[in-house]
């Protein structure tokens, strides 16, 4: 990479470690970048050799570390930043023996469990949620009371949400009970509580959360709070 050349903003500081372009963004958006003693705004550009770039008054530089990916079990109660004005537990309190700074990728509401990818590498974390890619998430949803052919089928064609209808989604009963049902349900999106809010718009109650499997990467036996590194076949396969 020429250190020379001007790249946009949102590309240097995922280069130096701090998420995906869109976290980029969203920095940048909030005010917290500035770049050579000003605030930084959208569409601007700056290159490695002669600008500075401060992010919540901290210089970034260009990471040229080790990149980290890692497979992490989000337990509930835990919100998915690096840190909470409010003081809620966050997802960076379980890596913190990860010698590097590393981020997620998408989300988990504070209430859901389970898989939660994250690294270091902007580039790789972008590709991993951009829409394009249309990778599929996996949950395994505890839903109460048990669950009708009307609303299955409402689930898979998709339903109206508050931003909008929801893709087709993939949905089976994995068990039925009086009053209570497992689902699987796999969707390509990533809405802001989306899976809560698709159950909620067929009168269903979503008592628990939890997420299985993105693309070819599964939570198999990790335990809750437990991280580990991805293999290298893992890796090769996610990034197909």
């Excluded at 089976?172 to 689902?183: G, H, I, N, Y």
């Excluded at 699987?184 to 989306?194: A, C, D, L, V």
Aim: proline share 3%; net charge positive; with cysteine.
């Amino acid at each position: 990479m020429d250190v020379n050349k001007k790249v946009v903003l949102q590309k240097y500081i995922s280069l130096c470690g701090f998420g995906s372009r869109r976290k980029a963004e969203e920095l940048i958006k909030s005010g917290r970048v500035k770049i050579n003693g000003k605030v930084a705004e959208l569409g601007m550009r700056a290159d490695f050799s002669g600008d500075k770039v401060f992010v919540d008054g901290k210089k970034i530089e260009l990471k040229e570390d080790k990149n980290y990916y890692i497979m992490l079990y989000k337990p509930r109660g835990y919100v998915t930043t690096m840190n909470d004005e409010k003081g809620r537990k966050c997802v960076a309190d379980l890596v913190k023996d990860i010698p590097d700074r590393v981020y997620p990728v998408g989300r988990l509401d504070k209430d859901s469990e389970g898989l939660l990818i994250m690294t270091n590498d902007g580039d790789f974390a972008n590709n991993l949620i951009h829409p394009s890619k249309n990778i599929w998430k996996k949950y395994r949803v505890t839903v109460r009371p048990g669950i009708n052919e009307e609303q299955l089928t409402k689930l898979c064609v998709g339903i109206e949400i508050d931003s909008g209808k929801t893709a087709p989604a993939q949905v089976d009963v994995v068990t039925e009970e009086k009053e209570r049902a497992v689902l699987e349900i796999s969707i390509t999106e990533g809405k802001n509580r989306q899976i809560r809010k698709m159950c909620e718009a067929v009168g269903l109650e979503v008592a628990r959360l939890k997420r299985v499997a993105i693309g070819t990467l599964k939570l198999g036996m990790l335990k809750p709070g437990r991280w580990r590194d991805l293999t290298e076949s893992e890796l090769k396969s996610i990034q197909k």
